[in-house]
């Protein structure tokens, strides 16, 4: 592989990266925007067959909610991520999209010392 086509790679691949990590969470946000007007009716409605404290902690645990899956979402589209447009060692297959500054100045992997970019 020669040092453009890595760097193509590991850009592409760190732009997913970030998608995935921003976008969930994005999305997570709006949705807690979204029921933020409805807090208080929530907390009452469920304030009536939980109490007082019940009302409060399910209005909250609701109101969380589209964060706390934006959360969940993150963790395994980073893993599916990182298998599917990851920059491996051919070697040794570890990620070499974190180190690539490593990588292109010695054209090594850093891991397990083997090379991995051809030579201009």
């Known amino acids: 592989m ?3 086509e890595f760097s193509r790679a590991v850009r592409a691949y760190q ?17 807690m ?3 933020a007007p ?4 929530l907390k009452t409605f469920l304030s009536g067959g939980l109490g007082s404290a019940g009302g409060e902690v399910g209005a909250a645990l609701l109101f969380a909610m589209p964060i ?3 959360f969940v979402f993150v963790i395994p ?5 990182e298998r599917r447009w990851g920059v491996h060692c051919p070697h040794c ?3 070499l999209a ?10 090594n992997c850093p891991f397990c010392g083997k090379r991995v970019l051809e030579a201009p």
């Open 2 to 4: 020669q040092i453009s």
């Open 68 to 70: 706390l899956l934006a």
């Open 98 to 107: 974190e180190c690539c500054g490593t990588v292109i100045a010695s054209r």
């Open 38 to 41: 409805f807090r208080d009716q």
């Open 77 to 81: 589209l980073m893993l599916r991520i």
């Open 15 to 31: 732009m997913r990266r970030g998608i995935s990590t921003v976008g969930p969470i994005l999305i997570g946000v709006a949705g």
């Open 93 to 95: 297959e570890k990620q």
């Open 33 to 35: 925007l979204v029921l």
